[in-house]
T-cell receptor
């Protein structure tokens, strides 16, 4: 079963606009990660936010985490055509039993048009 | 540093045949994952190794799938016999070491093997 659920499933925006996607999960976590996947390629790690953090930035990316609501959001500012990809959240429960087990959601497909 | 290497990139087989995928993780990475990604879905964890030991294989269909990681480095994933529903991209990933050992679980993925079963 998948831990995370992304919302929306698909998002279409124009270059320069911001893109926001959300992730909800079910169990307690040690950290939550966001990955990008371009069509036909492997996943690329974007950013990791730990359970004791509420917000994190990396370049044009901003991630928030609300552990009380078991949810996270990823904001891409000033989007570019090259941001067209699928975005996945992945949770790591971080317990001795889970040993860094990463579970992915179904993803949000983002299309940025010039 | 070199990334995660997978081969082959593409494979087409008939149902009931067998197939094997190979993965070489990033040097020094203790944790290795195999994921199955069906078109339009997120990656589903099949098996996770810590060095050469299996940490989690709860979602591996053990009647037809098998995996090994000899010497704690390279890994192979085998399907025998294949079914039509096994058509997917098989992704290998590695990470340095888990949080429980003071590491980061940022995973590095290979390009994947696209399997088509006809």
């Amino acid at each position: 079963s998948q831990q995370g659920e992304e919302d929306p499933q698909a998002l279409s925006i124009q270059e320069g606009e911001n893109a926001t996607m959300n992730c909800s999960y079910k169990t307690s976590i040690n950290n939550l990660q966001w990955y990008r996947q371009n069509s036909g390629r492997g996943l690329v790690h974007l950013i990791l936010i730990r359970s004791n953090e509420r917000e994190k930035h990396s370049g044009r990316l901003r991630v928030t985490l609300d552990t009380s609501k078991k949810s996270s959001s990823l904001l891409i500012t000033a989007s570019r055509a090259a941001d067209t990809a699928s975005y996945f959240c992945a949770t790591d429960e971080g317990t001795t039993d889970s040993w860094g087990k990463l579970q992915f959601g179904a993803g949000t497909q983002v299309v940025v048009t010039p | 540093e070199a990334g995660v290497a997978q081969s082959p990139r593409y494979k087409i087989i008939e149902k009931r045949q067998s197939v094997a995928f190979w993965c070489n993780p990033i040097s020094g990475h203790a944790t290795l994952y195999w994921y199955q990604q069906i078109l339009g879905q997120g990656p589903k964890l099949l098996i996770q190794f810590q060095n050469n030991g299996v940490v989690d294989d709860s979602q591996l269909p053990k009647d037809r799938f098998s995996a090994e990681r000899l010497k704690g480095v390279d890994s192979t994933l085998k399907i025998q016999p294949a079914k039509l529903e096994d058509s997917a991209v098989y992704l290998c990933a590695s990470s340095l070491r888990p949080v429980s050992q003071g590491g980061s679980t940022e995973a590095f993925f290979g390009q994947g093997t696209r399997l088509t079963v006809v």
